[in-house]
């Protein structure tokens, strides 16, 4: 029999919409199945660094100023000690998570993507899926199902995994607490961290290793901060989340590949979840275009180590508070090192800048 020659794509979040629009642009008939329906929201710092601001730019979806608020810098406080950066070149913008999908699916619909809402895909078979009961046939199959994918689960991928878990509420605040900045508030094993939005209103998450987070309890560890949310009025319902730093020996096997959280995620401190989903996305369409998975499978790879080692350092910040405090006080003498390990997160420099920058923070943690 002759197989479909279409791609399903599982899970319509921005990772499965990018994965679909991608493989669009090569010319590949494509189907997204989503047990949900749009706008899809879900708990996130919402912030979207240069980096995935030109992603985006690559699948033609156009974020612009009146979306969101323009952040250029990222300023991390923790008690009285207070260091802030700029980015070298691009700036980043704060974007409700509704509105980004909103914009995707818009592209992905004038792209001639088929686009199945509340349609849950509860198995997948030699030749495809189950999608809403009905079976679909179809050449590849790409989990975008988010961090608990059962398409991972599937398709036999789960192998070799070590999550560090933690968890996180956000809430959205209409009030504009911030303007060109994100501020993340490091506490006791806590981060509290806010990205400006468009109309006046702020996304403040907070995450810890602790399941059972509250979000009122959480903000006793930054009473500044505390304060100045008093009055804010709040703009929508809580949301909880997990977010795990993982990865998986395997993203591809046969004719099923995995992108965005479902192949794996860096810790939501990073701001790069969703950069990195898109990164993976045009790689992903590169090889379903030539049939040739296993170069998805290296790109995956190379993709996801700068995140991954940035995710190590972060965590490490919030594990070791003496080293954390020491690490701030540095960046707090040195604004010039605080900005060059920011463009060393956002992918703005060269290994032997991220070398030499390296050292540089040694030399500054001896002598802070
Ligand atoms: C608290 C928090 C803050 C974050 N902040 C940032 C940030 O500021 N910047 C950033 O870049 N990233 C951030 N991230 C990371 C970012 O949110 C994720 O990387 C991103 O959501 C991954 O997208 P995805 O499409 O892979 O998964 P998801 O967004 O989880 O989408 C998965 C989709 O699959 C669907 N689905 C699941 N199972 C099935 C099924 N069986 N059948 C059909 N559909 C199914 C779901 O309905 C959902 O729509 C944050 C994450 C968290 C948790």
């Avoid at 290994?351 to 920058?357: G, N, S």
């Amino acid at each position: 029999m002759q197989r479909a020659a279409g791609v399903l794509v599982v899970g319509g979040g921005p990772a499965g919409l990018a994965a679909a629009i991608a493989a669009r642009k090569k010319g590949l008939p494509v189907t997204v199945a989503d047990g949900a329906k749009p706008p899809i929201d879900k708990a996130c710092g919402e912030g979207l660094l240069p980096g995935t601001l030109a992603a985006l730019g690559e699948l033609d979806v156009s974020i612009d100023h009146s979306d969101g608020q323009i952040f250029r810098r990222i300023r991390f406080i923790d008690g009285a000690t207070f260091a802030e950066a700029g980015f070298t070149a691009e700036s980043g913008i704060g974007v409700r998570r509704t509105i980004l999908h909103e914009k995707m699916v818009a592209r992905a619909e004038q792209c001639g993507v088929q686009l199945l809402w509340n349609s849950p895909v509860t198995s997948i078979v030699p030749d495809g899926a189950v999608v809403g009961g009905r079976a679909i046939q179809t050449r590849w199959v790409v989990g975008a199902d988010g961090v608990h994918s059962r398409v991972r689960r599937w398709s036999g991928l789960d192998a070799g995994v070590r999550r560090q878990l933690r968890f996180a509420q956000r809430r959205h605040y209409r009030a504009k607490l911030l303007s060109d900045c994100v501020e993340v508030h490091w506490g006791r094993n806590i981060q509290a961290y806010l990205t400006p939005l468009a109309k006046e209103e702020t996304c403040v998450v907070v995450i810890s290793r602790d399941p059972s987070l509250r979000f009122d309890e959480a903000l006793r560890e930054f009473p500044t901060l505390a304060s100045r949310l008093r009055n804010a009025e709040l703009s929508s319902v809580q949301q909880g989340a997990v977010t795990a730093t993982c990865k998986f020996n395997r993203v591809c096997r046969g004719n099923v590949a995995l992108v965005g959280d479902a192949s794996g995620s860096v810790d939501a401190i990073t701001g790069e979840g969703l950069g990195l989903s898109f990164r993976q996305a045009l790689a992903l369409a590169e090889a379903l275009k030539t049939g040739e998975l296993r170069k998805y499978q290296a790109a995956h790879c190379w993709l996801a180590r700068r995140p991954h080692m940035m995710a190590r350092l972060l965590l490490l910040l919030d594990r070791f508070t003496p080293l954390r405090r020491r690490v701030l006080r540095a960046f707090a003498s040195d604004e010039d090192l605080f900005a060059r390990l920011l463009a060393a997160h956002v992918n703005e420099t060269s290994p032997a800048f991220l070398a030499e920058t390296s050292a540089r923070l040694g030399w500054r943690l001896i002598t802070a």
